[in-house]
């Protein structure tokens, strides 16, 4: 098992949204049940598909701009903030037309994304 790593050392999974480099977690470099976390990119002037997970997310911004819609609440976010995204909540990333949106993800338990 890798016990450093870089980002770039990650398979980079494409989705029709967004990359994602899963560090840790069933999908990651490092396998684990409970841990799990990764990298995300959305593309500038991107919409992803609203949708939910059956665990708590933590987001972490850490570049660019764009707006989270996480229920029926729209928020302005940029580097260095922080999103909460409590389970079973739609969840929606929009991307500024003029700046990629690079975020940090953290879910409080196993979860597989496929989409």
């Excluded at 990650?10 to 990764?38: M, Y």
């Excluded at 997310?57 to 819609?69: C, F, N, P, R």
Aim: aromatic share 10%; charged share 30%; glycine share 8%.
């Amino acid at each position: 098992m890798d016990i450093v790593f870089n980002e770039k050392d990650i398979e980079k999974k494409v989705f029709h949204d967004r990359w994602v480099r899963f560090a840790f977690g069933p999908q990651g470099k490092v396998s684990t049940e409970r841990l799990n976390l990764g990298v995300t990119l959305f593309r500038e002037g991107k919409t992803s598909l609203t949708h939910r997970h059956d665990v708590d997310e933590a987001l972490y911004i850490l570049s660019g701009k764009g707006t989270v819609k996480v229920g029926e609440k729209e928020f302005k976010v940029g580097s260095g903030d922080f999103i909460s995204v409590p389970r079973g909540t739609d969840h929606t990333m929009i991307t500024d037309c003029r700046s990629d949106l690079k975020i940090f993800f953290v879910f409080s338990e196993k979860i597989v994304i496929d989409h």
